[in-house]
């Protein structure tokens, strides 16, 4: 879970590091990837838990902001089908 307290919070601050185009937050997030491996050594272990953090990432950006946007505009566009009503 990303929801580390407030306290913590402020040893994370990237304002300096703002990707503004796909690539850049490829690299940002890939580079972070391998710091976290290099320091926690290449194993099975290591990586199982990158990948995890990075699916556990993609689910809680999928369930507290893009379901939300999806809903906001099935709402102001309509639905597909009667499917999904």
């Not at 879970?1 to 994370?12: A, E, G």
């Not at 272990?45 to 993609?58: P, S």
């Amino acid at each position: 879970m990303p929801y580390i307290t407030r306290k913590k919070r402020i040893n994370f601050d990237f304002d300096y590091m703002r990707p503004l185009v796909a690539g850049q937050l490829n690299f940002v997030l890939t580079k972070l990837c391998h710091d976290y491996i290099e320091v926690k050594g290449l194993n099975y272990t290591t990586l199982n838990e990158v990948i995890g953090v990075l699916e556990c990432c993609k689910l809680e950006l999928n369930r507290q902001i893009i379901a939300k946007y999806e809903n906001k505009k099935k709402k102001e566009n309509g639905p597909i089908s009667e499917l999904d009503k």
